[in-house]
């Protein structure tokens, strides 16, 4: 269940609009739910719809009107509630129940408190609610709504789970960061970006090319000459020392009813691209090369290099960490803002069949904000310098690196489920469920992309020597637990494993230290598959080639057909010549 909650000081303004028609028409069989008092007069029901809406307002602003200089300056109190598109429909009993626990956790009208404020509830659509109240109370002091917002999304928490609907992402309980989801586009953006025929709002196209164009920089040069590739304009807000005090964001075209252009600050797109925030990320590799000139020093291609370095990221983030659980917490929190960068990077350069799932990946990802204090962490460095090897690989397209694809698709669905189980166990649900989704569409483009790859190696591996495929198996017996060696070993992808062991081997690597090597401090006992985790980490450790693809099984020439013998044909009879 999404909520929002505005304030604002227009009672009847508000009531109009919910028991109106809508921006375009779409609302229908506008109707009260439930009130503070049942009788009250029902706009969507009333033959003089206009005089109900005066008497309303008039009503519910009664207690604002005697508190006089007293009452709060915003003094609406505008809550929607909208139902998730696969849930259920509700009853307009289930919505006044709903609506009197929202009114509860808020604290506007606390449940058997006789001096709580007073509300509506208005139903103009099957999936939704609005509640409107006015906060001041029958004593005439205000409501207490400091942290309303979190108490109602605890509160919707609950009511998710007792209605059976749909468990939307959001922070519960105990620990909390500052702020963990970007801003949602407002109904009036959602609404401008229709009717200029634009797929999102410009808030989010903003956001998108500020965190793509963040992704592995090294210098406010490179983020704002990217920026300007995207075709964003930017605004430098000075302090009167001169220096740079924050950042605006335009899209150009897009602009305000006044005809203004429409700028966008930093933290508005996302409490993580505020100047601190975006310096404090530039600022931790502002060493590193430019990506052609370390491109060119690595032996390595791009993607074999970035998947190096990722499993380097996931080594440090899983060894055990002496200290406090806060110092872990943090650690979460800047190990999760460089993996978005590594997405990033490689949904702008990603140009194979994939492509879909690994922008959508991206996106969904980009959904969070990750903040952190402790800027120059060494797991940070290792996964925008990740990002950085990405790019400096270029475009990447299935049919050429179908192999160096499918490994770096595997390492990022492993640091995703990491984040993922790491965020659940903390409390951090949005986090969590977003990582989630995250790994959900990774793992979809890895499915693709690792494909044609297992098809190589399996045949590689049927085609082994009986003398290979044993060393291959003593190797699994003497490095891996028995009950893990018995699940690779009855595994459907044995075969390519072994071959992968074997190509190691024959490169001088001993493939049970590989295996302990490989197997190391990671959890393999959820793994769906052990033997592709192992033999894609194998293959990124050791940089083996691409299997070659598999050929088509060779057929014995066959002779054509012989010809069908001529029938015989009867000798002419003699001729005689007449005289």
């Known amino acids: 269940m999404i909520a ?32 503070y008092e049942p009788l009250l007069p029902d706009p969507g029901l009333a033959e003089d719809p206009q005089r109900a809406l005066t008497r309303l307002a008039k009503i519910l602003d009664l207690r604002v009107a005697q508190a006089g200089a007293g009452a709060p300056k915003d003094h609406v109190w505008h809550c929607s509630l909208r139902a998730a598109p696969e849930d259920r429909h509700l009853s307009d009993s289930e919505w006044e129940q709903i609506a009197h626990r929202v009114m509860h956790a808020a604290r506007i009208a606390p449940t058997g408190d006789p001096d709580g404020c007073r509300w509506v509830v208005v139903r103009h659509a099957e999936d939704h609610i609005h509640i409107v109240a006015t906060t001041v109370r029958a004593d005439l002091t205000g409501a207490r709504l400091h942290n309303d917002w979190q108490r109602v999304m605890d509160e919707l928490t609950l009511i ?30 959602i609404h401008k970006a229709k009717l200029q025929g634009l797929p999102e709002p410009s808030r989010a196209v903003l956001r998108t090319a500020v965190r793509e164009s963040l992704a592995g920089a090294v210098s406010e040069d490179e983020f704002l000459g990217r ?31 006044d005809g203004q252009p429409l700028w966008y600050s930093g933290s508005s797109l996302g409490p993580d691209l505020s100047l601190p925030k975006i310096r404090a990320r530039l600022s931790i590799t502002a060493d590193e090369p430019d990506p052609a000139i370390a491109q060119a020093r690595s032996a390595r291609p791009a993607l074999q290099q970035a998947g190096r370095l990722a499993d380097q990221a996931l080594d440090s983030f899983t060894a055990p960490r002496p200290g406090a659980e806060e ?27 994939q492509r879909a799932q690994i922008v959508a990946a991206a996106k969904a990802y980009g959904q969070a904000a990750y903040l952190h204090e402790r800027a120059a962490e060494k797991e940070m460095r290792a996964l925008r310098s990740t990002a950085r090897a990405v790019l400096a690989g270029g475009p990447s397209h299935g049919a050429l690196e179908g192999d160096a694809i499918a490994a770096f698709l595997d390492v990022l669905v492993l640091i995703a489920v990491t984040l993922y189980r790491s965020h659940r166990a903390a409390g951090h649900t949005q986090q969590a469920l977003i990582a989630q989704a995250t790994a959900g569409q990774l793992r979809a483009a890895y499915a693709q992309a690792a ?22 198996t003593a190797a699994v017996h003497q490095a891996l637990p028995p009950e893990l060696a018995a699940r690779v070993l009855g595994g459907k992808d044995w075969s390519a494993l072994a071959a992968t062991l074997a190509q190691a081997q024959h490169l001088g690597h001993s493939p049970a230290a590989l295996l302990q090597q490989t197997l190391g401090a990671r959890e393999m006992d959820s793994a769906d598959n052990p033997a592709t985790v192992l033999l894609w980490r194998i293959r990124r450790t050791t940089a083996l080639p691409a299997p070659a693809a598999a050929k088509p099984a060779k057929r014995k020439p066959t002779m ?14 003699p001729t005689t010549r007449r005289r």
Do not use: C, M
Not at 174 to 184: D, S
Not at 240 to 246: E, V
Not at 343 to 351: C, I, K, S, Y
Not at 560 to 573: H, L, S, T, V
């Open 4 to 35: 929002s909650v505005t304030r604002g000081d227009r009672t009847r303004g508000i009531l109009a609009y919910v028991y109106g028609p809508g921006d375009e028409d779409e609302h229908t069989n506008q109707h009260t739910v439930a009130a």
């Open 160 to 189: 998710e789970q007792d209605y059976g609907l749909r468990q939307v992402p959001r922070e519960t309980g105990g620990r909390r960061t500052a702020r963990t989801t970007v801003k949602r586009p407002t109904r009036a953006e």
């Open 227 to 257: 920026l300007a590739g995207h075709g964003v304009q930017v605004k430098v807000h000075r302090l009167p020392s001169g220096d740079a005090k924050g950042y605006s964001f335009h899209l150009p075209g897009d602009r305000k009813t």
């Open 327 to 353: 110092a872990d917490g943090e650690v979460w929190q800047v190990w999760a803002a460089g993996f978005g960068e590594v997405l990033d990077a490689f949904a702008q350069t990603h140009r194979g069949s």
């Open 451 to 472: 494909a044609r790859p297992l098809i190589a190696l399996k045949a590689q591996g049927e085609r082994l020597p009986p003398t290979a495929r044993d060393h291959a």
């Open 560 to 573: 054509p057909p012989a010809p069908a013998p001529r029938p015989a044909i009867a000798p002419a009879p």
